[in-house]
């Protein structure tokens, strides 16, 4: 699904009113029922005092629609219009005279107004939306942080008011802290960003029946992974394949005291349809991986090289024509000779074209230089799993917001030609074509040891059956949230541990 700028909705907007073709005045009825919709089954009536606060755009316009729809349904209403400002749209206007036949519109027009809220009430914040120009000052200022103050569920319409749908706000801005925020059938790039969590809370999209063509055709840089987008990627298994059918996994994982990670992630791969799995990992971590992971083949690294993983043993013989994947990382330990051997393996797997997913401590590894000069030897189109601390460590840098951040995440995998899925909620993964796409699974139970690990697993399980990189990078990360979601349904999300998501993968 595309994330479009405020400029590209407004172009759909009109599109459709054109196109359709359909008065601007019904489209925002249609958006308003839609909102109607998922309101009522939200918020029942009879169990709710509902207060609506109109600005005087078309946000505002919306406002006084849904209030008029809500109304012959039966909830108890109030309805606020703030008059900040002397324009009004003609929306709002013709909107305004189809309620107040209904029902009366309170104004509010001065600082020193006073709403009082009670246990039972629903805020709808229709104060402003995408026409957002600057930030709130004066009297929606003071509203706005009355609301926030109210201890009452906040539903907004479109986009919490005072919330810039696409540029980073002010740290001082004034913003409505909405419970949900129910949007026109457009994600808003804002709705992505950490930043703006507190703002936004969960957020639904509504159709509201824009233009497909219209849509198809813009170019977009941003895209929200929707489930049955990701769905469709998933490659069946045919009635006449054998192992080899589903590739041979290169895990090179775990040191001493953590090959933890290294079970973590061959568990995950195995049970994402690998069809063999090798494990390249310390002497001594051989009967641990063999007795919890019966599945999995290992591979020794050179003895006497104590406990730190050093491996010289990487060749043409012992690694084509014999795996179609290597996965890197998780526990490896960061050391001048690890470092070293990721970068022979990096480069032999550049040579021979074999796909990588590149984590954790390899990624550590290849920041260890001033110059940050072994990123040259990661090969193209590889996958890079860091989390945002792993990833300032790539850049040597760090972001002042999340705008920045994602400005970062694409110029550096267009500059390297690698696909970064950084990660978090609503893992953002970067392709070297300068889009990024947001996954749409997961919860903060993730937010625990192990939860990368298993990513990396899966990640390397695609890549050894086929998938491109690209549909690996969406596919795994989709499943992995999707997996944790099941554990959090099941374990809770305080209680789940990186093993709970690995009993949940299924697809
Ligand atoms: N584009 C679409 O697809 C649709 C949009 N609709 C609604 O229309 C909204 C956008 O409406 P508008 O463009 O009228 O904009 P808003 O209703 O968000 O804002 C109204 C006006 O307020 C002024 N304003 C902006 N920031 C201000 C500030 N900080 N202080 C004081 N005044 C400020 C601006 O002049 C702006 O045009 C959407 O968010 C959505 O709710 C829906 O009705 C129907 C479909
Ligand atoms: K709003």
């Not at 709002?92 to 006073?114: A, C, G, H, T």
């Not at 957002?132 to 009452?152: D, H, I, Y």
């Not at 219209?214 to 992974?225: C, D, Q």
Request: aromatic fraction near 8%; hydrophobic fraction near 40%.
């Amino acid at each position: 699904m595309k994330i479009l700028f405020v400029n590209e909705i407004r172009e759909a907007d009109a599109y459709t009113i054109l196109h359709e073709p359909i008065d601007s005045i019904d489209l925002m009825e249609r958006a308003s029922s839609a909102f109607v919709s998922w309101f009522k089954e939200n918020y029942l009536v009879g169990n709710y005092k509902v207060k609506i606060f109109c600005g005087l755009g078309d946000n505002g316009g919306d406002g006084l629609a849904i209030a008029r729809m809500l109304h012959p349904l039966g909830y108890d209403l109030e309805v606020f219009v703030v008059k900040f400002s002397k324009k009004i749209s003609e929306n709002f206007d013709q909107n305004l005279y189809r309620l107040e036949k209904q029902i009366p519109v309170k104004i509010i027009d001065n600082e020193s107004f006073i709403v009082n809220f009670e246990k039972k009430d629903v805020i709808i914040d229709a104060l402003l939306g995408s026409g957002l120009s600057r930030s709130l000052e004066g009297l929606l200022k003071s509203v706005v942080e009355k609301l926030n103050e109210s201890e009452v569920p906040i539903i907004s319409v479109d986009i919490p008011s005072g919330l810039f749908a696409n540029k980073s706000n002010n740290l001082s801005d004034t913003i409505i802290k909405a419970t949900h925020t129910v949007s026109f059938q457009i994600p808003k790039l804002a709705f992505m960003l950490p930043q703006n969590a507190e703002f936004v809370g969960d957020w639904h999209i509504v159709d509201i029946g824009l233009n497909e063509d219209f849509i198809e055709k813009v170019t977009a840089k941003f895209f929200y992974s929707t489930p049955l987008e990701v769905e469709k990627l998933i490659k069946p298994r045919k009635k006449f394949s054998h192992k080899g059918t589903f590739g041979h996994a290169l895990l090179v994982s775990g040191s001493y005291g953590m090959m933890g990670a290294a079970i973590l992630s061959a568990r995950a791969c195995m049970r994402s349809g690998v069809g063999k799995l090798t494990v390249h990992s310390i002497p001594s971590g051989l009967a641990i991986m063999q007795m919890l992971l019966p599945e999995a083949m290992y591979w020794e690294t050179a003895s006497g090289e104590s406990d730190l993983f050093i491996s010289t043993q990487y060749n043409i013989e012992n690694i084509a024509n014999k795996f179609q994947a290597v996965g890197i990382g998780p526990g490896l330990g960061v050391n001048i000779k690890i470092k070293e051997s990721i970068e022979q393996l990096c480069e032999l797997c550049a040579e021979l074209s074999i796909p990588m997913v590149i984590d954790a401590d390899a990624l550590n590894n290849l920041s260890m230089d001033e110059n940050r000069e072994s990123l040259s030897k990661i090969p193209k189109n590889s996958i890079l799993t860091p989390h945002p601390k792993e990833f300032q460590n790539l850049l040597n840098k760090s972001w002042k917001d999340d705008y920045e951040k994602l400005e970062l995440l694409t110029q550096f995998a267009v500059n390297q030609g690698v696909i970064v899925c950084l990660k978090g909620a609503n893992t953002a993964i970067a392709l070297p074509d300068g889009t990024i796409h947001f996954n749409s699974s997961g919860n903060a139970g993730m937010a625990k040891a192990g939860s990368g690990d298993v990513l990396t697993g899966m990640i390397l399980a695609l890549l050894a059956q086929g998938y491109s990189p690209k549909e690996a990078a969406i596919l795994g990360v989709y499943q992995h949230g999707l997996a944790g979601d099941k554990a959090a349904q099941n374990r809770g999300m305080n209680n789940m541990i990186a093993s709970d998501i690995i009993e949940n993968i299924r697809f």
